[in-house]
């Protein structure tokens, strides 16, 4: 499967923004579809994962409150929806699928190419 993050940008502290990620191919809806994001010098951090019908949600620690994850198996997309953008939010965002659901990077065989998102004083 392909993957493609859009909807970066940068935006102010407090802001939102809606990151998609189109999927190619029939078989969207067997995967685990999980967002990540890499800040400069640190470690690709898990930020949410969604079920494969979409019933589940899993957050990092991070965001939950702020953002939510979401998925349409007709339209082979899955969104982040991110509220009250905080300084430290500020990362390459990439979109993943996988067949466990999970918070491992290691878990997850497909990435997109990432986005990226600039949250400003």
């Known amino acids: 499967v392909q993957l493609q993050a859009s909807g970066g940008g940068l935006v102010q502290a407090g802001g939102y923004l809606r990151l998609s990620c189109a999927a190619s191919?029939?078989?969207?809806?067997?995967?685990?579809m999980g967002w990540f994001r890499q800040a400069p010098g640190k470690e690709r951090e898990f930020v949410a994962a969604?079920?494969?019908?979409?019933?589940?949600?899993w957050y990092g620690d991070s965001v939950n409150g702020r953002f939510t994850i979401s998925r349409d198996n007709a339209r082979n997309t899955v969104y982040l929806q991110m509220n009250s953008l905080k300084l430290e939010d500020t990362a390459v965002y990439y979109c993943?699928?996988?067949?466990?659901?999970?918070?491992?990077?290691?878990?997850?065989?497909?990435w997109g190419q990432g986005t990226l998102v600039t949250v400003s004083s």
């Open positions: 969604v079920s494969r019908s979409g019933s589940s949600r």
């Open positions: 191919g029939r078989t969207f809806s067997i995967y685990v």
């Open positions: 993943a699928s996988g067949l466990q659901f999970s918070s491992r990077p290691s878990d997850y065989g497909y």
